[in-house]
């Protein structure tokens, strides 16, 4: 099957963790994203990468980390320094960076902060 | 800022009727239209695009785009109990080389048998 996934489903970080969390698509989609949801707003982007070891700074990148290295994964690390972590985070792949590139979204993970 | 607005609802809709979802954008050069479904607890789900002004069907839903006012809405048709969701609207434009896609906060739906 072609998709894209993600995990963990739930994730509980500590006060000072590091996570990271993970996201592989099978589309062979250049382009990846990533987005974190909180409740009754819409979807902020964190970080974008349009091609293998290229990556850039959405809206909201303060406290996360990214890499590409290969095509399909875009893995996203939630760093200690991210204040208000808790959230549902969503990866989403295209397959290009053109306007009329619709994007698809994996099932997400939802990051708690104990 | 590129905003892009939805009434948050809930637009509660008897089944069978139409329900009509509505958004409205401020970036005047954005050329591309998306609607997501979004289920309680789960992923958005590409459901519409629109590129061009006027309608675009698609089975039970339309979606209508009218450049000059900015505006672009979804029409749901013989509403189901089924398309309980909320629904995104996110507008597309050109930031910096990229495709990059504005949401807004999205409408809750409720199909009530």
């Known amino acids: 099957d072609g998709g894209i996934t993600q995990s963990p489903k739930y994730l509980f970080r500590k006060e000072g963790q590091n996570v990271t969390l993970s996201c592989e698509q099978n589309?062979?989609?250049?382009?990846m994203y990533w987005y974190r949801q909180d409740p009754g707003q819409g979807l902020r982007l964190i970080y974008y990468s349009q091609i293998v070891n290229d990556f850039q700074k959405g809206d909201i990148a303060e406290g996360y980390s990214v890499s590409r290295e290969k095509k399909e994964s875009f893995p996203l690390t939630v760093t200690s320094a991210q204040k208000n972590p808790t959230a549902f985070y969503l990866c989403?792949?295209?397959?290009?960076?053109?306007?009329?590139?619709?994007?698809?979204f994996g099932p997400g993970t939802r990051l708690t902060v104990l | 800022q590129k905003e892009v607005e939805q009434n948050s609802g809930p637009l509660s809709v008897p089944e069978g009727a139409i329900a009509s979802l509505n958004c409205t954008y401020s970036?005047?050069?954005?050329?591309?239209f998306f609607w997501y479904r979004q289920y309680s607890g789960k992923s958005p789900e590409l459901i519409m695009f629109i590129y061009s002004n006027g309608d675009k069907e698609d089975g039970r839903f339309t979606a209508q785009l009218n450049k000059a006012s900015q505006y672009v809405s979804l029409l749901i048709r013989d509403s189901q109990p089924s398309d309980s969701a909320t629904y995104l609207c996110a507008v597309s434009g050109l930031s910096g080389g990229y495709n990059k896609l504005i949401f807004g906060a999205g409408t809750r739906l409720a199909v009530h048998p």
């Open positions: 970036d005047r050069g954005s050329q591309s």
């Open positions: 989403a792949s295209s397959p290009g960076t053109t306007l009329n590139n619709e994007q698809f």
């Open positions: 589309l062979n989609h250049d382009a």
